[in-house]
């Protein structure tokens, strides 16, 4: 069973930069792949990116790219996602998420808590 802690979220203002990170715990990191999620108030909870286990490939949704780059270290079971030129509908609670595998084609099998982010206008 994996472990998930997010952290860094936060009040940042339009056009500002945030970094989440994600420290994993339970099973060999290096063996499955990671993802990050997030729901806003009213939406349902949409996939922002995903790394596959040796970081060689990733995943962003297209309201994301060129904005967001997720990352993983496989010796310090972290993954982060920073966030660049934010926007009002960034404004999110955001998950890590586990994959029961290297690649991140299925549903994650684990989610963290979530942690706040608000990007004010």
């Known amino acids: 069973q994996v472990q998930l802690q997010e952290s860094g979220g936060g009040l940042v203002q339009a056009g500002g930069s945030l970094r989440l990170s994600c420290a994993a715990s339970?099973?060999?990191?290096?063996?499955?792949?990671m993802g990050w999620f997030r729901q806003a108030p009213g939406k349902e909870r949409e996939r922002v990116a995903a790394i596959s286990w040796s970081g060689r490939s990733t995943y962003y949704a297209d309201s994301v790219k060129g904005r967001f780059t997720i990352s993983r270290d496989n010796a310090k079971n972290t993954v982060s996602l920073q966030m660049n030129s934010l926007k009002p509908e960034d404004t999110a609670v955001y998950y890590c998420a586990a994959y029961d595998t290297k690649w991140y084609d299925l549903a994650p099998s684990a989610w963290g808590k979530g942690t706040l982010v608000t990007v004010s206008s």
């Open positions: 339970g099973r060999t990191f290096s063996t499955y792949a």
